[in-house]
């Protein structure tokens, strides 16, 4: 398998930090949602999706770590950058569509 280059991956670096940082300002965005509906139904269901927004995040910043790491010669590390950002995206796009539905569709 044919080493990935460089730029490819200081690509695939900021886009997952990129994507940690919108979900983390989404997250926020429920847990002050929560916060105006404190000891309801509708408050618990957005603490919920605020916790499940650490999911994508953790993710995202597991494969900005291997980027980091292929950057310093992990050639596992650069075989599987794009894999990573690959999934990074799908959890973060599952989640996005979930939470949207149950945030602003009752």
């Known amino acids: 398998m044919p080493s990935v280059e460089r730029d ?3 690509a695939a670096l900021g886009s997952d930090v990129a994507v940690a940082g919108l979900v ?3 997250a926020g ?3 002050t949602k929560a916060g105006s509906y ?3 139904k509708a408050g618990d269901k957005y603490n919920w999706l605020a916790v499940a927004g650490l999911l994508p995040i953790i993710i995202s ?3 900005a770590w291997m980027c980091v790491d292929a950057l310093q010669g992990g050639q596992w590390e650069a075989d599987h ?3 990573m950002l690959k999934i990074v ?3 973060t796009g599952v989640y996005a569509v979930v939470s949207a539905v149950l945030a602003f569709f009752p």
Do not use: Y
Request: overall charge negative; aromatic content about 10%; glycine content about 4%.
């Open 8 to 10: 490819v991956i200081l």
């Open 24 to 26: 983390l300002v989404f």
């Open 29 to 31: 965005f429920l847990v």
């Open 38 to 40: 404190e000891g309801s």
């Open 61 to 63: 910043l597991v494969a």
């Open 81 to 83: 950058t794009l894999l």
């Open 89 to 91: 995206l799908a959890m």
